[in-house]
Structures are given as C-alpha cells and as structure tokens.
C-alpha cells in the first residue's frame, strides 16, 4: 500500500496493513488511546528475504531497551529503522506476533484469532514473505518486564493516549504494521493504532 | 551428516557440522577443555522452513533463561528439541551467530572470519537452508548477562572442562552445530566442541 504522505492513518483494531517507505522517509506511530500494542516487522522494498533481525539489533545495540537513537538491524547485518523520536520508551524484541497458536496456548477459553502474524503475513504476502520468515517483530509499546532470572510476562502498556515512536527509514523498506489483537498485550482491550509517513524532504 | 551413533565426535575449532536426529534421539554435546561456545541451529528434516525460534521459545517458556526442563521451539510454535540434562546453565539466545560482518564490526584490528554464521551456512546448505533463513541460534554455554537496563555483554563462558548439555529430539531434525570463532565469546581463545548422539531405544 502507498501511504498518502503527511496523513495520519488509522489501523483498526485487530488488523495490519503494509506501508512502503523510502530511504529517509519518517514513520510515526501514534497510540490514539493508550496502551496499545503495534507488532512492526520491516523488510528490504527490493528483496524480501533482507528481514529484521532482533538477534542482530541486540548484537549492534548491545543491549534490549531500544529508544530514541537506537537502530533496528537487518540478518544482513544493515541498519533498517533508526529511532529518531520516543515519548514511552518502553518497547519489546523477545517475544513473537501473536498467532493461532499462541491464542489456543495462552487464551484456551477464548476465540482463536489469527493474531498479528496473520495479519503481518497478509499484509506481507504480496511482497514475498512468506508466514515462515515472519521473524520477532518489533513490539511497539509492548511491555515486557525482564527479571533478573531471565523470566518475563507480558504486561500492560505503559504508553498514554497520543505517544508516539518515531523512526526514520534506513534503506528502501516494507513495513508490516498491526493494531495488537492480543487480550495481555493490550490490557484486555483492542484498539486502533495510527501511523503517519513524511518523505524525506520534509523536516520530518 | 550422519553420525555414528553413541560415538563421540568432534568439532574443530572455528567449524561447524551438521547432525542428523531422529525424534527421540539424544543429543550431548560437551565443552571439552572448557570455556567454549558452541552455536546451535535445529531445522525440521521434512521442512527446512521450519526453523528453531528465539521468539517462540521466549513466548511459551516464559524465561530467556533455558535449562534442564525448556523446550527449545520452532517458528511454526513446535518443540523441537527439549534440554534434558545441563551441567551448565548458562546459555545465550538473545544474540546471532558472529559472522564476516560482526567481525568487522567487533574485532576491527583482527584478520575477518566468516564465523558460525558461515560455518552453519555451509552445514546445512544441502537441507535447503538459505543463508538469509539462519535465525538466531542457541548458543550453547555463551555468557550473556543482561542488566536491569536491557544492556548486555558477552563474557567468558563458565563452563569447565567435561561439562554439557544433554537435547532429546522432539521431531527428526537437522541440527547444525559449531565450535565458537569469536574472540570475545570463549574468552579470546578457539577450542573444539564434542557431541555425541544416543539413538530412541538407548536409555539416552
């Protein structure tokens, strides 16, 4: 999809959609109403199987709390998205999409839904990616507290109505982009996420 | 590779092997004069597209930190190998293997290697394995602390001579398996790995 430049665009609650931005470009991704989750799965525009790379972000980075000037990395070992802008600061690369599975695992009494990485692998089935190389996206807002002995849990966002993260494209790019359809991510409620592109002649 | 079953092998220093399981058979794998890493990959045998996942693993075991009693877990949310048995306990899954670009990036001043990215490239080429597919692996005894602030750091590995860690296949897999290149993993020195493999009907 060709995002109209400079529009606010709104993902419904439980989809995702596909947004090509250029070298340069600004992707903001607004959280309308607070504590919502958008899974972000980037790709090289000219050849698919360049993904992002949440071991290779962590090996660059040297570390897994990612803010403003942190880069997101490629297996290829390129810098795809660099955060220029972060009012949470809060976000989350460990933890997969949402899935069939993950709902029937974490949710048995609710209805499955196919989660973020059905929506990320329709959103990105039309440039190449196949449902198996979806890898760990990277969780907007998500909030996913680490203790000290490794173990972790999904919590609430921590991210107030109108936060935002913006980033700044690295290379020609896909990005793969959902309103979280999970009941822990989100605090037990679906809400839209909205994104925004500027080119990159504009100050951003 | 076929492996010659309750027949310890080993793994030169700075190469890779791959080792073909079936579902029930066990895997040891042993750091011989200690401090060693060795990089492990699983891929279903049947499907290469189904690939062991950082992400998935995190997700259903609920910790980063894998021992005695995890599962180790495909993209498509299937065990793949489960750790039986860890002398050890400390291992890394949050960073990729060292490949021509890490060392470029890390170890400027040192002659480049193509590490255990290229050492499993080349292993499990013939199961259909493309190098942009290599995810993150298990990095059997890397030493990886993260602090309260997400920031990490590789440090020498505490495994001593003779110590290991025992996998049950849960599917038939190919594993690829590597003995560390990097200098910073196994504390600026390169040693061999050895494994062995149990077939089902032993008592493992």
């Not at 000219?46 to 942190?70: C, K, M, P, Q, V």
């Not at 499955?112 to 996206?137: K, M, Q, S, W």
Request: glycine share 8%.
């Amino acid at each position: 999809m060709i995002t109209e430049n400079g529009k606010t665009q709104r993902i419904e609650p439980r989809s995702g959609v596909a947004v090509e931005l250029n070298e340069g470009d600004y992707l903001t991704i607004f959280d309308p109403e607070g504590m919502q989750v958008s899974d972000l799965v980037a790709v090289a525009r000219h050849d698919a199987r360049e993904i992002i790379s949440n071991g290779r972000t962590f090996d660059y980075e040297e570390t897994t709390r990612l803010t403003s000037g942190s880069r997101l990395w490629s297996n290829r070992s390129n810098p795809m998205l660099r955060i220029v802008e972060d009012t949470v600061g809060t976000h989350d690369f460990l933890l997969t999409p949402c899935s069939k599975a993950t709902f029937e695992h974490f949710y048995p009494d609710q209805p499955v839904h196919r989660g973020c990485f059905g929506n990320l692998a329709e959103a990105l089935a039309p440039y190449g990616v196949e449902p198996d190389a979806i890898p760990t996206a990277f969780n907007v807002f998500m909030n996913v507290p680490l203790k000290a002995d490794g173990s972790l849990s999904v919590e609430p966002p921590v991210s107030k109505p109108g936060d935002f993260i913006r980033l700044r494209a690295e290379m020609d790019l896909v990005v793969g982009l959902t309103a979280c359809s999970a009941y822990a991510s989100n605090g037990g409620s679906f809400k839209p996420i909205d994104y925004r592109v500027d080119p990159a002649e504009s100050d951003g």
